[in-house]
């Protein structure tokens, strides 16, 4: 069993920047791979950027709409996962959703509680 709390959301001008962190509890040795997952009202959740724990070394994989604008890391030290968003756009908002793949023989997938993103214009 993992838990997942994220931190960081709110409201931020276009142009800015914000900063979500999520922060994995329990069985975390089990988890191969975190990311962030988004849903605008009325739309799926979608990928937004992942992180593979044990392949390459970290291989990182983005939604298209946001190479180069947001970037995804793993901060050992504090446990944690994070994404930073710079070049924030309207489009982005939505409640962003932390989610990690855990194995034990069978894949598993946990999602956080979702934080609200909200880019004004």
């Known amino acids: 069993q993992v838990q997942l709390v994220e931190s960081g959301g709110g409201l931020v001008q276009a142009g800015g920047s914000l900063r979500l962190s999520c922060a994995p509890s329990g069985n975390t040795a089990s988890i191969t791979g975190m990311g962030w997952y988004r849903q605008a009202p009325g739309k799926q959740r979608d990928l937004v950027a992942f992180i593979h724990f044990f392949i390459g070394g970290g291989n990182t994989n983005y939604a298209d709409s946001v190479k180069g604008r947001f970037s995804i890391s793993r901060d050992n030290a504090k446990n944690t996962v994070d994404l930073q968003m710079n070049s924030l756009k309207p489009e982005d908002t939505a409640v962003y959703y932390c989610?990690?793949?855990?194995?034990?023989?069978?894949?598993?997938?946990?999602w956080g509680q979702g934080t609200q993103v909200t880019v004004s214009s």
């Open positions: 989610n990690a793949q855990y194995y034990n023989g069978r894949t598993y997938s946990y």
